[in-house]
C-alpha cells in the first residue's frame, strides 16, 4: 500500500526547527507521528470537522497542540482543503484552527494555575534542577501540570542550557498528580529581536516524551500564568529547547487562548506500507 506522506516542522518557519510531525493520509484516516508519538484524524479530506486522537508511546494524550498545527497545514496546504476554519472534535472539546497570514491559528483552552506548596513537589524540582534558583511553582488541575518559574536572575542562555534529569522524575513523582514539568522565565526587557514576554522548556517522562521540542498543550498553562503576571493579554512566547519554536499568544473574550504558529513542509513522499 502506497500512502502520502508529508513532514511538517510546526511552530516555526524555518526547516528542521520546531517540533516535527509525520503526516500519512490514508482513505479513511490522516495519521500523524512526531518523533515516537502518534495522532489518529479522521478523513475526509474536504470536510471541515474531523476527529483527532493523540498517542505517545505509553499513553492516549488529552491535548497536543504541534500535531494539530501539522495537520491542519496538511489539509489546508497540501491536500487543498478550501475551509477557512477547521474544526476537531477531540478529548479537550473542538479545536478549531484557522488561517492567517503567517501561520496557523488553534483555539485551544486556556488553563489557569494555583499556587503550589513547594514542600510537596521539592523532591521532584530537586531532581529535575538541581539548586536552580526557583522564583515561583504553580500547578494546572486540569491539565496535570507543574509550573516552575525559575529566578528573575536568569535569562534566555540560561535555561538553553540548563541540564535538566528527566529519567528519575516518574519514580520520584508516582502519584499521578503531575503528569508534565514545565520550566520557564520572565522574559528579557529590550535588546532581543524579536521580543519575548517569556521562555519555556517541558518535559514529560510520565507519558514517555523525555522534552518535547515546542508545546502547544503547555502554553495553555503558560498564557494564564504570563497573562496575570504582566498584565497582557497579547505576548510572544518561546520554547528554548534544540530545536526551539516561536507561538504567538492571545487571550480570548471567551476564555480560550489563541495560539498562532509558523509551519515548514520539508518533505513530501510516499510511504510504502
Not at 85 to 97: I, M, N, W
Not at 196 to 213: H, K
Not at 227 to 244: N, P, T, V, Y
Amino acid at each position: 500500500m502506497k500512502l502520502p506522506m508529508f513532514i511538517v516542522d510546526a511552530f516555526t518557519a524555518r526547516p528542521f526547527r520546531g517540533n516535527p510531525a509525520a503526516v500519512c493520509l490514508l482513505d479513511r484516516f490522516t495519521t500523524c507521528l512526531h518523533g515516537s508519538d502518534l495522532v489518529s484524524l479522521t478523513f475526509p479530506s474536504e470536510g471541515s470537522r474531523f476527529g483527532l486522537r493523540w498517542f505517545t508511546p505509553v499513553s492516549e494524550v488529552p491535548l497536543c497542540g504541534h500535531a494539530t498545527l501539522a495537520s491542519a497545514a496538511v489539509l489546508f496546504h497540501k491536500i487543498g482543503n478550501t475551509n477557512s476554519t477547521l474544526t476537531f472534535v477531540t478529548l479537550s472539546g473542538e479545536l478549531k484552527a484557522r488561517r492567517a497570514d503567517d501561520g496557523i491559528v488553534l483555539d485551544f483552552p486556556l488553563y489557569p494555575t494555583f499556587p503550589q506548596d513547594v514542600h510537596e513537589v521539592e523532591d521532584l524540582i530537586k531532581a529535575a534542577i538541581g539548586d536552580t534558583l526557583v522564583q515561583d511553582v504553580q500547578y494546572s488541575p486540569d491539565t496535570q501540570k507543574l509550573l516552575v518559574r525559575l529566578s528573575d536572575s536568569y535569562n534566555r542562555s540560561f535555561l538553553e542550557t540548563l541540564r535538566v534529569n528527566t529519567e528519575t522524575l516518574p519514580q520520584i513523582e508516582n502519584t499521578v498528580k503531575v503528569k508534565g514539568l514545565i520550566l520557564t522565565l520572565k522574559g528579557e526587557p529590550g535588546g532581543q529581536t524579536p521580543a519575548y514576554d517569556f521562555y519555556s522548556r517541558y518535559f514529560a517522562p510520565w507519558v514517555g516524551l523525555a522534552e518535547d521540542p515546542v508545546t502547544g498543550s503547555a502554553h495553555t498553562v503558560l498564557s494564564s500564568y504570563w497573562s496575570e503576571q504582566l498584565g497582557k493579554k497579547e505576548m510572544r512566547a518561546f520554547q528554548c529547547s534544540r530545536r526551539g519554536g516561536r507561538l504567538d499568544v492571545s487571550l480570548r473574550p471567551d476564555g480560550r487562548v489563541d495560539l498562532k504558529g509558523g509551519v515548514a513542509v520539508v518533505l513530501e513522499g510516499t510511504l510504502m506500507a
